[in-house]
Each structure stands twice: as C-alpha cells, then as structure tokens.
Antibody
Framework: QVQLQESGPGLVKPSQTLSLTCTVSGGSISSGSYYWSWIRQPAGKGLEWIGRIYTSGSTNYNPSLKSRVTISVDTSKNQFSLKLSSVTAADTAVYYC????????????WGQGTLVTVSS | QSALTQPASVSGSPGQSITISCTGTSSDVGGYNYVSWYQQHPGKAPKLMIYDVSNRPSGVPDRFSGSKSGNTASLTISGLQAEDEADYYCSSYTSSSTFVVFGGGTKLTVL
C-alpha cells in the first residue's frame, strides 16, 4: 500500500520560504507510471494545484505561483519537496502531496496534509 | 474563481440519488476523458472516487458513478447514506498552462 507523508514547519514568517517534504513509502518514487504533485487548500476553500514533478526531474507549475515555486525530487530517499518563497498570509493553507497517474493525471494516493500558517 | 464550475451545495435524503455537475470547457472537461472526482470529509485528505470520467477505483462502492456530456461531467450517488455527507471536487486535465484544474467543490448534505 502506497503511503505519502508531508513534513515540515507548521509556521513560517512572512517573506520567508516555505519548505515541505513528501516521503513516499510502499512504492518507488521512480516508477515511470506516475508523477508527483503538490496541492493546497486554504481553510474553508477549494483545492489549488501548485505543481508537479516527474521522476526525470521535469517540472510544471501553476502560472499564478510559478515565480515563487520550486519542486524537486530525491529518488535516493524516495522523497520530493516543495519550496515556496516570499510567502504571505495568503499562502496559509493545508498542503497535500499526491501521486498522479502519468497520462490522465488523477491523484490516487494523497498525504494526510499539513497545515502551514504564515504569521509573524 | 475556479476553472470548473460546481454547485455550492446539494442535498438528499437517505436512499435517494443525487447528481453533482461539473462544467468546464472544450479545453478541459469537453476535450479529454480525464475527469476525476474526489470525496473529502472534514479534516481529511481528498479520496479518489472516480477517474477517467466513469471508472471506480477498487473499494469505492458502485453507488458512485460518473459520466460526461459535452463540457459537463457528472457524479451520481445512488442509495445515499449518511457517510456520503462530504465535500466533492471534480478535476480535469486541461490543455491550458495549469495542466490540472479543480472545481470549487460541492457540499453534499444527507438530510
């Protein structure tokens, strides 16, 4: 059974960089059948796609966040990571990592989510 | 403003059927058979309920079904149960630069 687990600071100061890691267990992150993504959800609001990474290291980002987002992968640790720079209160949200089917993009496994609050 | 349009809320009584719509454009829902639906209970991560318009992952009850007509996809839940009360989100592949789009979510209330 594949499991994903987000980890990282729950509190980040404004203008700093949010850093989260997603650890994958029960399967290899190097499987060519999937890509890996980050999605966030502000309290009481809907889901927002942040970006994705393929095991090759190729990435795509939401244009609204592209200038501030970096997603990377460490296949040796079976992990992928998110960095979001210059954060503001608007970046306060629950952040999820997910595994996505390579072709159609559906997310079949999700992490439990981690709340990141941006506040001084 | 979400890229896909869903009703904010729907409701039904136990045993009844409800349908949640998800309207997009020919660049997403209408152009590809890559629509998925997710169920989210409060404080929990989304759970995949339907993929590729009408396919159910293993373990999802056959009370849940999906379909698509033109630019609108639909999720139907038959034989409503109390445990179905949750938020439901649709998602689609899109040829736009975002690659993935979500609907704004629909709150299902089981009366």
């Amino acid at each position: 059974q594949v499991q994903l687990q987000e980890s990282g600071p729950g509190l980040v100061k404004p203008s700093q960089t949010l850093s989260l890691t997603c650890t994958v267990s029960g399967g290899s992150i190097s499987s060519g059948s999937y890509y890996w993504s980050w999605i966030r959800q502000p309290a009481g609001k809907g889901l927002e796609w942040i970006g994705r990474i393929y095991t090759s290291g190729s990435t795509n980002y939401n244009p609204s966040l592209k200038s501030r987002v970096t997603i990377s992968v460490d296949t040796s640790k079976n992990q992928f990571s998110l960095k979001l720079s210059s954060v503001t209160a608007a970046d306060t949200a629950v952040y999820y990592c997910a595994r996505n089917h390579l072709i159609s993009g559906y997310a079949d496994y999700w992490g439990q989510g981690t709340l990141v609050t941006v506040s001084s | 403003q979400s890229a896909l349009t869903q009703p904010a809320s729907v409701s039904g009584s136990p045993g009844q059927s409800i349908t949640i719509s998800c309207t997009g454009t020919s660049s997403d829902v209408g152009g590809y058979n890559y629509v998925s639906w997710y169920q989210q209970h409060p404080g929990k991560a989304p759970k995949l309920m339907i993929y590729d318009v009408s396919n159910r992952p293993s373990g999802v009850p056959d009370r849940f079904s999906g379909s698509k007509s033109g630019n609108t996809a639909s999720l139907t839940i038959s034989g409503l149960q109390a445990e179905d009360e949750a938020d439901y989100y649709c998602s689609s592949y899109t040829s736009s630069s975002t690659f993935v789009v979500f609907g704004g979510g629909t709150k299902l209330t089981v009366l």
